[in-house]
């Protein structure tokens, strides 16, 4: 096939552009193989941004790079970011690159979760997503919906700290809550709850609304710092007669020491929760000596000799019933 001399120049023209390209991302630091996804005006002009706007000498991660080209709004905005984050830098010469350093993997992270979450990162304020950034303890997923759902409100120091806490304790956490959702996300409970843990958010939240109850039990736990590892399955055993087994684990546990009430949930649950049970553990501790229970407690024998006392003369040697 002969080239016709139209063909050649425009053949010379896009290797030129392709060459002018590739120069200028050598100069800002991007990555050559972005050419094989955005056009060499797209990428230009991704530079040009970031020349006006950014240090062109730091080297940005992928997923920054990637939205400093396909988001015009990036470049002003991070720039913005990177002044608030170099108000806190560290003192000395390696300070501020290495405060750089770290905030850059964070938001690296937190706009893969924009992605994946529907999101634009710049809807958000440069100081609600830096504050984000410096919750060590959250996943970028659970900072996205710190930023969608609860940086726009208002917020008291104690109410805040204890959402962060909470998202940090669950598990899969929707980014767009309502007010309910965020309600039960500023619950005390939800932080120290094994449920919140290992069960996803939204499933913990159809439950709870389907019996209320189960919301004060998890309270009730949690008011008298019980340790335990109720599922979800055992949550939905509850929603049987939620109240009822509201009303009466509240009896005892009110009747027997942290420890004491830690260990019988652990055998109660090694016999699936039986409420037959539970309601034998609340007459059992109606007049008993609490250190006696206690000390009953310590094994699933004597879990079991004190549940079924006239079955087991054992306890009764033991406690003087």
Not at 55 to 65: E, G, H, I, R, S
């Amino acid at each position: 096939m002969i080239l016709t001399k139209i063909q050649v120049n425009e053949l010379g023209q896009m290797m030129r552009e392709h060459i002018a390209c590739i120069l200028r991302m050598n100069a800002v630091r991007l990555k050559l193989g972005w050419t094989a996804e955005f056009t060499a005006g797209q990428i230009i002009s991704c530079c040009d941004r970031m020349v006006k706007h950014l240090d062109c000498t730091l080297d940005f991660p992928k997923n920054v790079q990637r939205e400093l080209i396909q988001n015009p709004q990036f470049a002003p905005w991070l720039a913005r970011l990177m002044a608030l984050a170099g108000k806190t830098a560290n003192s000395g010469p390696e300070g501020p690159r290495s405060d750089w350093d770290n905030l850059a993997q964070r938001l690296d992270e937190l706009l893969e979760a924009c992605w994946a979450g529907g999101k634009t990162i710049t809807a958000y304020s440069e100081n609600d997503v830096l504050f984000a950034t410096e919750q060590l303890d959250l996943t970028s997923a659970a900072r996205l919906t710190y930023l969608e759902s609860f940086a726009p409100i208002e917020l008291d120091d104690g109410t805040r700290t204890q959402i962060l806490m909470n998202l940090s304790a669950c598990g899969t956490v929707p980014v767009a809550l309502d007010e309910g959702r965020r309600a039960l996300l500023k619950e005390p409970f939800v932080g120290s709850r094994y449920l919140f843990a290992t069960a996803d958010f939204e499933d913990i939240w159809t439950l709870f609304q389907f019996c209320p109850a189960l919301a004060g039990i998890a309270r009730i736990l949690h008011q008298n710092g019980i340790n335990e590892h109720l599922t979800l399955t055992d949550y939905q055993y509850f929603a049987e007669d939620g109240t009822e087994y509201q009303r009466l684990l509240a009896l005892v546990l009110q009747r027997l020491s942290a420890d004491a009430a830690s260990r019988f949930l652990y055998h109660w649950r090694e016999n699936n929760c039986a409420p037959s049970e539970l309601q034998r553990m609340e007459r059992r501790t109606r007049a008993a000596d609490t250190e006696k229970l206690g000390a009953a407690l310590v094994s699933y024998t004597g879990y079991v000799n004190l549940i079924y006392g006239k079955k087991f003369w054992l306890i009764g040697r033991m406690s003087g019933w």
